[in-house]
């Protein structure tokens, strides 16, 4: 299993960013997808959960309406649309699948919001 995050950056508030997360040696479409973020000092915290058909999302309160997660199962891609950005949205982001109960992550990438 791979996962490869990419589009993190600097962004000021009020601004968008879009997250890509490319999967590899897995049956992509078959596998419910997840963003996570995690800020120094705390734990990691779930984001956004997107079902393996993509019929069925959710997301953290914190960033509900804000937030966009999609997938493209032509491309063994998951997004994440990230519109209306605070500073406290700064952080790393991770994409993650759990496959035969074992829990895989990208390296992450990283989001700062800041002015």
């Known amino acids: 299993v791979q996962l490869v995050e990419s589009g993190g950056g600097l962004v000021q508030p009020g601004g968008s960013l879009r997250l890509s997360c490319a999967a590899s040696?897995?049956?992509?479409?078959?596998?419910?997808m997840r963003w996570y973020r995690q800020v120094p000092g705390k734990e990691r915290e779930w984001v956004a959960f997107?079902?393996?058909?993509?019929?069925?999302?959710n997301y953290a309160e914190s960033v509900k309406g804000r937030f966009t997660i999609s997938r493209d199962n032509t491309k063994n891609t998951v997004y994440l649309q990230m519109n209306s950005l605070k500073p406290e949205d700064t952080g790393v982001y991770y994409c993650?699948?759990?496959?035969?109960?074992?829990?895989?992550w990208g390296q992450g990438a990283q989001v700062t919001v800041s002015s």
């Open positions: 993650n699948v759990v496959r035969r109960g074992s829990d895989y």
């Open positions: 040696g897995f049956p992509f479409s078959s596998y419910n």
């Open positions: 997107i079902s393996a058909a993509g019929g069925s999302r």
